[in-house]
């Protein structure tokens, strides 16, 4: 499966901004799909994540209740939405499938799109 992200942008505290990881090749069902950031100097964090077939979802305890991770089968596309950003929330967002069932961690993840950049000003 080929991943491709997109969305990123420059937005305010307090603003909302969607990202969007687009799938081809394979259905994104088939995957256990998850969205991950790193921040500028930091590592790469697991934000939040889906199971097969839209079954499930996770979020890390820092974008608990403001971001929301689905699915759309007919675009064979992966949303982040992200509510109530905030200034730490500022880092390159990647979207990832992996075929082990409710893993956080990065090295489970086999399929990686590009990054795009999220930037939240204070």
């Known amino acids: 499966v080929q991943l491709q992200a997109s969305g990123g942008g420059l937005v305010q505290a307090g603003d909302s901004l969607r990202l969007s990881c687009a799938a081809s090749?394979?259905?994104?069902?088939?995957?256990?799909m998850g969205w991950f950031r790193q921040a500028p100097g930091g590592e790469r964090e697991f934000v939040a994540g889906v199971g097969r077939n839209g079954i499930g979802t996770s979020y890390a305890d820092s974008v608990k209740g403001r971001f929301s991770i689905s699915g759309d089968n007919a675009k064979n596309t992966v949303y982040l939405q992200m509510n109530s950003l905030k200034p730490e929330d500022t880092a390159v967002y990647y979207c990832?499938?992996?075929?082990?069932?409710?893993?956080?961690?990065?090295?489970?993840?086999?399929?990686w799109g590009q990054g795009t950049l999220v930037t939240v000003s204070s």
């Open positions: 990832a499938a992996s075929v082990v069932f409710g893993t956080r961690e990065e090295r489970r993840y086999a399929f």
């Open positions: 090749g394979r259905s994104f069902s088939s995957y256990v």
